[in-house]
């Protein structure tokens, strides 16, 4: 596609319950990144893919955090037991593995 | 990693040239700077990035001091949809973006 896509754009769910968020990077991008953004905030590191490379886990929060990452394409985002801290929004980015990131538009979390 | 420091907002109006100062004093040799645009509900955007003097593009120009303790973002003839928040960061361009650190970056309003 011509961009990083995400969904779904908004979800809202009950605390407990298990979300999964999913991107679809820019073909041909080897690495794809998720962040998690609250309000106001800057940008929160959680987990980065880099090819067939073991992806970096160390921004994930808790282990109620997962990702995973078919080859160079699609990734999904996994929060198990959700918790009312866990509402934000969720971005995924791609890139080339140098040099700019590009953004999705995010998945806004809300945890009820 | 280098921290950065940046005001955190800015009032501007249509038609004026607007700098945004980032500061970065302990910036190593090897660092890019690089400034992401970020809208309400989208994911930060790539702006521009530099090493040294000066870089232009067509949305923007950033100039960076010989000592490259500083850099500043200018946004010629501002316009009511430039208005968005201005994030600044120091890192190695090759690679390590999830090393980046994502502050509050600078709130642009631009009035008419």
């Known amino acids: 596609g011509a961009g990083v896509s995400q969904s779904p754009s908004n979800k809202v769910t009950e605390k407990g319950k298990d979300v999964e968020l999913r991107c679809d990077p820019i073909s041909g991008h080897t690495a794809l990144y998720w962040y998690r953004q609250r309000l106001g905030q800057g940008l929160e590191f959680l987990i980065y893919?880099?090819?067939?490379?073991?992806?970096?886990k160390s921004g994930l929060p808790s282990d109620r955090f997962s990702a995973e990452r078919t080859g160079e394409s699609v990734s999904t985002l996994t929060i198990q037991r959700t918790q009312q801290e866990d509402s934000a929004v969720y971005l995924c980015?791609?890139?080339?593995?140098?040099?700019?990131?590009?953004f999705g538009s995010g998945t806004q979390l809300s945890v009820l | 990693l280098a921290k950065t420091t940046q005001p955190i907002s800015m009032d501007s109006y249509e038609g004026q040239e607007v700098n945004i100062t980032c500061s970065h004093n302990n910036i190593a040799t090897n660092d890019y700077i690089t400034w992401y645009q970020q809208f309400p509900s989208q994911g930060p955007r790539f702006i521009i990035q530099g090493y040294k003097t000066k870089v232009t593009n067509e949305v923007a120009s950033l100039f960076i001091p010989a000592d490259r303790k500083s850099s500043t973002l200018s946004l010629p003839r501002v316009s009511l949809s430039d208005t968005a928040v201005y994030y600044c960061?120091?890192?190695?361009?090759?690679?390590?973006?999830?090393?980046?650190?994502w502050g509050l970056g600078t709130s642009l309003a631009v009035n008419p």
């Open positions: 893919f880099q090819g067939n490379s073991a992806p970096d």
């Open positions: 960061l120091v890192g190695e361009a090759a690679g390590n973006n999830r090393k980046l650190i």
């Open positions: 980015a791609s890139s080339l593995g140098f040099g700019a990131l590009f």
